[in-house]
């Protein structure tokens, strides 16, 4: 998981914006100066006085623009959000008021997770469409992984409908023929048993945001289950490291390189 981009799950102040990844080099993004704008055009924003409200129900909108520090690179992220007004300790200790902001929207996309080489596109492209829409629309991003899972189990061999014809098998039913390894999957069978509790729990939380009625999904519980996908994936597809430590383990019985 990319820890700076959990950063933006919650305001933080003008003036000290994350240190977010570019999503095409492993560069950071920074916010030149004067061009993250929020102009004092709203009501709220340039008439709180006389409308009787007090400075901290100060509420508007940002947009800018980051660019990524690598010269070689000069990617450029496109970026709005909210901005608010709010309490806050400042330099010398004493509670004071401050601007802050909050992302909403960023294009291109940052990458919530970071997945080996082998995952499949289709994967990817899942993961990919909740990484842009987690910071405006939470329940549709998770409802985006949710759909990883499917094209995650098309992937792994596990048939999406029973050989006896019938409607579609349902996500959980090919959870749990992937667990139990009743489909043709090439990984081990304990691998597969920690890979589908991971995957199981996102099931559930997908779930749960898809229908209406559900636990609040906020982007915290997306990038909680992203990070989850983000771990079985590197179960799955990781470099198989079997070859080396067999090796390893015969250099050790012979105490000397042997062939
Ligand atoms: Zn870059």
Known sequence: MRSQVAALRKFFPVDKWPALPCPRCDATLTALKGDIHYDRLSTTMARWSEL???????????????????????????????????WDEGPTGRTELGEFLKVRMLHPALSLVETPSGVPEPVVTELDRAAAIIWSDPRSAITALRTGLERLMDAQGVPAQAASGGPPLGLHKRLKDFRTGAASGTTDAATRANASDLLEAVKWVGNDGTHAGGATIDAAAVLEMAEFIEIALRMLYAPNNAAALARAKRIITSKALVD
């Open 52 to 86: 009787g409200y007090e400075p901290d129900d100060i509420r508007g909108v940002f947009s800018g623009r980051l660019v990524c520090v690598n010269l070689l690179c000069g990617e450029v992220v496109s970026v709005l959000g909210d901005f608010a007004v709010g």
